[in-house]
């Protein structure tokens, strides 16, 4: 019986078994068109949620876009018209790559007043501001702490935390400013959030596509803040914000905004609540899209961002009088 | 009275060059190809008194490749230990041997323009059905023999993200969507072969030429992925005997 064991298994299952392959399309305009529309298809995952909010309709969208893509045309040509298709889509997380170009869509800063100044912060840290990795941070003349966090792309370290809280101590309050913080590595955002929660805190959650179809997710998974094991800070915050807080820094707000001490101040976030995969186009462009949805404590995607607790803007009037509208708020509030 | 058992080790350890053609859809949908570089070991214990043998491999595969624009580029690298039991029918100086074997495969694709899907891992169990034939036969007055070496998985089991999934929520928020998957010659239709000569060159080393495929595929979780490794080999085989008193 052993010996015809093989051939049995040879004419019996081979033919079940086939090649894994995925479709390619031909490295031609319309090729590129088709491949970087699937990929949106299928992968993108706020397709459903826009056009719920935005009336966003993909298929339109290939309608609209798929009579604009022709063989004769040159690749600035196309790229320009992939771009504009991009676009629809409304998120600074989709991004097309080309060595000559990159395709996004910034309105979710660009349409609005930046409300920071570099001439005005420089004014407020001074000269003889301390430097903790990637955050710089200083005492004020009346007692509040002040931090300044410009990107979550640059690490933090504990020590560094522990260095910095020490130094406030003494400190009434903290001010935290991620104003023009476009995101990074959301463990950062996560590492600082940790210190500014007492007990393990539910911040939002979080769920990924399980299939091709628009709707295909997987459960909502909570997501929780664990305190951190070291040093803390129970006393009120401030954070600072402006429409250009994305991504990581969104998701900061976002753990920052269910804490009982901790006020939001400034303009509206920017958003960008879908962590975002990559893939590439026949032609070797890569794109870049909104992958993994994440939500807030409602089940609501804070993709569009996040409204304050607080909207100051920055004045005309405070700046010619080298005074930052939206830190003189949050000090004062501290101070009450 | 003296009673003693021989054990024949046949030991191969062969290098190998070829195209690597992989993908891997929860980096991207286009194929990348290239080239990649397999060592290989195998070892086979037969006693004399015995028709089933042991085997045991370890494959090691590096590769670097890139998409059909030249543009991005993907490093692909894998072990992969087999271990298996053959019985052995002989007519003459033909051979043939079938069995079982489990493969334990560990490795990585790595996506070098990807920024949160950078890397794919892989790892699985394989069980597989096994068989070699050889028939040696005189050329220039010295024996000369030619083998076929033959896997099949049948079924085993493996790790994947879901479709959409990040590792981030795999490994730092601990949250699992059937990562670990069932795999059948459907659902994971792979295949390991090799066709190789051997050439002695002296009593106890023999030369060995051969072809090495193995082209692993997976569509799990709606994703796609398959590594096809072809290479040229080259090694020497050699016999050891040991004897037990």
Redesign the interface.
């Known amino acids: 019986m ?2 015809w ?2 051939p049995f ?2 004419f019996t ?2 033919p ?7 479709e ?1 399309f031909p ?1 031609t305009p319309q090729g590129n068109f088709e ?1 970087l529309w ?2 949106i298809d299928q ?1 993108y ?1 706020f397709l459903d949620y826009k056009q719920h909010e935005i009336g966003l309709d993909w298929q339109q969208v290939y309608n609209k876009y798929k009579v604009r893509v022709n063989k004769g045309m040159t690749n600035q040509q196309l790229f320009e018209v992939l771009a504009d298709m991009l676009s629809e889509l409304r998120d600074g997380h989709v991004n097309m790559n080309a060595a000559h170009d990159y395709a996004r869509n910034w309105s979710w800063h660009e349409d609005y007043p930046s409300n920071f100044s570099d001439s005005l912060l420089r004014a407020y840290l001074g000269r003889d501001y301390k430097i903790a990795a990637g955050i710089d941070y200083r005492v004020l003349d009346d007692n509040i702490g002040y931090v300044r966090y410009e990107s979550f792309q640059q690490g933090v370290g504990e020590g560094n935390l522990n260095e910095m809280l020490s130094e406030f101590m003494t400190c009434n309050g903290i001010i935290i400013d991620i104003r023009n913080n476009g995101g990074g590595d ?2 950062n955002a996560q590492q600082l959030a940790a210190r500014f929660v007492q007990q393990k805190t539910l911040v939002g959650y ?1 769920q ?5 179809g628009h709707s ?1 997710f ?1 459960a909502m ?1 909570p ?1 929780y803040l664990e305190p951190s094991k070291q040093l803390r800070w129970h006393k009120p915050v401030c954070v600072l914000t402006n429409r250009h807080v994305y991504s990581a820094a969104n998701e900061f707000t976002l753990y920052m905004h269910t804490l009982p001490n901790v006020k939001i101040v400034g303009d509206h976030t920017g958003g960008g609540a879908g ?12 794109v ?1 899209f909104s ?2 949805p994440m939500y807030d404590t409602q089940r609501q995607p804070a993709e569009f961002g996040i409204e304050p607790d607080y909207r100051v803007d920055l004045t005309v009037d405070d700046f010619k009088r080298g005074k930052d509208t939206i830190i003189e708020f949050a000090r004062k509030l501290l101070a009450e | 009275m003296v009673v003693s058992a021989q054990t024949v080790h046949n030991t191969a350890w062969q290098v190998g060059v070829g195209s690597t053609n992989i ?1 891997d ?1 929860y ?5 990348f190809s290239g080239v990649g570089i397999t060592l290989l070991n195998s070892d086979e214990r037969l006693r004399d008194s015995c028709r089933w043998s042991t085997i045991v491999e370890h494959e090691l595969n590096m590769s670097s490749v890139e ?6 580029e993907e490093l692909q690298g894998g072990y992969t230990l087999f271990l298996g039991r053959q ?1 052995l ?1 002989q007519w003459g100086t033909l051979r ?1 041997q ?1 069995g079982a074997m489990a493969a334990a495969d560990l490795g990585f694709i790595y ?1 070098t ?6 890397a794919q891992g892989r790892v699985s169990l394989q069980l597989m ?1 096994t ?1 070699t034939t050889s028939y040696t036969l005189r050329l220039w007055r010295r024996p000369l023999k030619l083998r076929y070496e033959l896997q ?1 998985p ?1 079924a085993g089991v493996m790790f994947s993200p ?5 590792y ?2 795999i490994f ?2 601990g ?1 699992y ?1 059937h990562n670990i998957v069932p795999t059948t ?2 659902s994971a ?1 792979n ?1 390991r072969h090799q066709l190789s000569v051997d050439y002695p060159v002296s009593r106890r080393l023999t030369l060995r030429l051969g072809y090495l495929g193995h082209y692993q ?3 799990v ?2 994703l ?3 590594i096809y490794h072809h290479r040229l080999m080259i090694g020497v085989v050699a016999d050891f005997l040991k004897v037990k008193r």
């Open positions: 052993a010996k064991f093989l298994y040879l299952f081979l079940f078994t086939s090649c894994v392959d995925e390619e490295d491949a699937q990929i992968h995952c959301l463990s979080i990924h596509k399980t299939g091709k295909d997987s998974e997501r962590m975002p995969f990559s893939s590439s186009l026949p032609n070797g462009w890569s870049r992958a993994v | 993908l859809t980096l991207s949908q286009e194929k998409d059909r624009a030249g543009k991005r019985y029918w043939l079938a996506n323009s990807n920024s949160n899907n950078p059905p068989a099949l049948l879901n479709y959409g999934q990040s981030y929520e730092s928020l949250d969507d010659f459907v239709p295949l595929q997976a569509n979780n709606n796609k992925s398959h």
